[in-house]
């Protein structure tokens, strides 16, 4: 996880959820590129973000492309954030043995019979799940992203509070981490629209 | 046969924030070797003089000789200069206490929290040979990178940007202060299993400057000795056992 750097984060808020990565792509130390986006979108109100080895979370998003390609056409009908979560844990535990270097981070919105409600899910190089109910962090920072969310977030806010939690935990996360920073994205998606931000960060 | 190693990780976290005239140094109870807990109260945090308080973390055997080391010092300077050794003495003192075991060192961080000469809280915090910095915060221990990104969010507003026409204030009020050391730690006891089981959090004031709502707090007992002025209190809290 060392070898690229790079972190992941997302978070549960009233009716939206948000997920947020750095931008650095690193070969151990050595800064790369600040514009490495790790976080894609699956439908218009599902997001993957992939933190670990670069060459790995390009391999598998074209591999999550193909396979939720394949669902679309047979059940003419979106995939679910939590059908999607499960499809990644299937897709990397194929790999049991010999897996992916890569911890996955699913944001999105699921449909229920009375709108829509918040799902966030997290899972390991393996593809063992972790359905949170209020916040997820993956890569480098994961320890620091875990201080301030646990010290930052709270129950039931809105989009313009959710991103400014999410987006102060990841900037400050990143900043004591050698391996992430160099920029963030962050993704508000709200019901009927989703919101994308690119926040400066430091460049050390 | 395997090797004798003389150091163990006995875990728990200690941290510690300067205000302008005032100083906190806080530490969890919990002593623990591997997964098993040792006690669930075993003081970090220790009273060194009425304006000092040294909080040690790391390997515990270490910690509390080299506080009992630092503890002796203190009172043969009592004996030869009829007063307390000043803060950034002490300070200088711990390095070269340190560093005299450089090359077979006591494993612990340390943070020295208390009142300066000048009347403003100071913070010191070193690493285990005796570089040391004088700081407005500063956690160290096993939650060490929970904790301190937080600091700098909160104490430093690091990313953040003051109102037009507005700045940051350079040191927050005391129940500020307390608050957010509470908060630090509940969020360290959540996510890291070797902290937890009690919080103990010394405050050191300054010469006449009043109990700055300290009356206010639960729980609050007072520690002070001498009549030089400052004042010394500790507060105790639970923390979750699990």
Same mark, same amino acid.
């Given at each position: ?132 109910? &209020? ?68 460049? &050390? | ?85 000043? %803060? ?89 202060? %307390? ?25 050191? %004031?300054?010469?006449?400057?009043? %109990? ?31």
């Amino acid at each position: 996880m060392e070898y690229n750097g790079g972190s992941v984060i997302a978070m549960v808020g009233k009716d939206c959820v948000a997920i947020a990565s750095d931008l650095r792509f690193g070969n151990q130390a050595l800064g790369i590129a600040s514009n490495f986006q790790r976080i894609f979108p699956v439908t218009d109100r599902t997001y993957v973000g992939l933190a670990g080895l670069g060459t790995d979370v390009t391999t598998l998003r074209e591999r999550f492309r193909y396979r939720v390609n394949m669902y679309t056409i047979k059940e003419e009908r979106d995939i679910e954030p939590q059908t999607f979560a499960h499809l990644v844990s299937s897709t990397l535990y194929e790999h049991r043995f010999g897996p992916y270097f890569v911890e996955p981070v699913i944001a999105g919105l699921e449909n229920t019979s009375s709108g829509s409600k918040p799902f966030i899910a997290a899972a390991d190089l393996i593809g063992c799940l972790n359905f949170a109910k &209020d916040f997820v962090v993956a890569g480098t920072a994961s320890s620091k992203l875990y201080g301030l969310a646990e010290g930052l977030w709270e129950p039931d806010l809105g989009p313009e509070d959710l991103f400014e939690t999410i987006s102060q935990t990841l900037l400050n996360g990143v900043d004591r981490d050698a391996f992430s920073g160099w920029g963030a994205v962050v993704h508000v998606i709200t019901k009927d629209r989703v919101v994308t931000r690119t926040l400066k960060g430091r460049m &050390d | 046969m395997s090797s004798f190693n003389p150091y163990t990780q006995n875990g728990g976290t200690i941290l510690a924030i300067a205000g302008a005239d005032f100083s906190v140094v806080a530490g969890d109870t919990r002593q623990s070797e591997g997964y098993n807990i040792q006690t669930r109260y075993a003081p970090k945090v220790f009273r060194l003089t009425d304006r000092a308080v040294l909080a040690v973390n790391g390997f515990a055997a270490d910690g509390n000789m080299f506080v009992k080391k630092v503890k002796q010092r203190l009172e043969w300077y009592r004996h030869a200069h009829a007063k307390d050794m000043p %803060l950034r003495s002490i300070a200088r003192l711990i390095q070269t206490m340190l560093y005299s075991r450089r090359f077979f060192p006591y494993y612990v961080y340390n943070i020295l929290g208390g009142i300066e000469e000048d009347g403003s809280g100071a913070v010191y915090s070193f690493d285990p040979v005796g570089s040391y910095e004088r700081e407005t915060c500063r956690a160290a221990g096993p939650a060490q990178s929970l904790l301190q990104p937080f600091l700098d969010n909160q104490i430093y507003f690091k990313n953040q940007q003051p109102a037009p026409g507005m700045s940051h204030p350079t040191h927050l009020p005391l129940q500020a202060v %307390l608050a957010l050391v509470i908060d630090s730690f509940t969020s360290a006891t959540e996510r890291h299993i070797e902290v937890g089981d009690g919080l103990e959090m010394y405050i050191i %004031l300054g010469k006449g400057r009043g %109990l700055q709502g300290l009356e206010g707090v639960k729980g609050v007992q007072e520690l002070t000795i001498s009549e030089d002025g400052e004042r010394i209190f500790v507060v105790r809290r639970e923390l979750k056992k699990d």
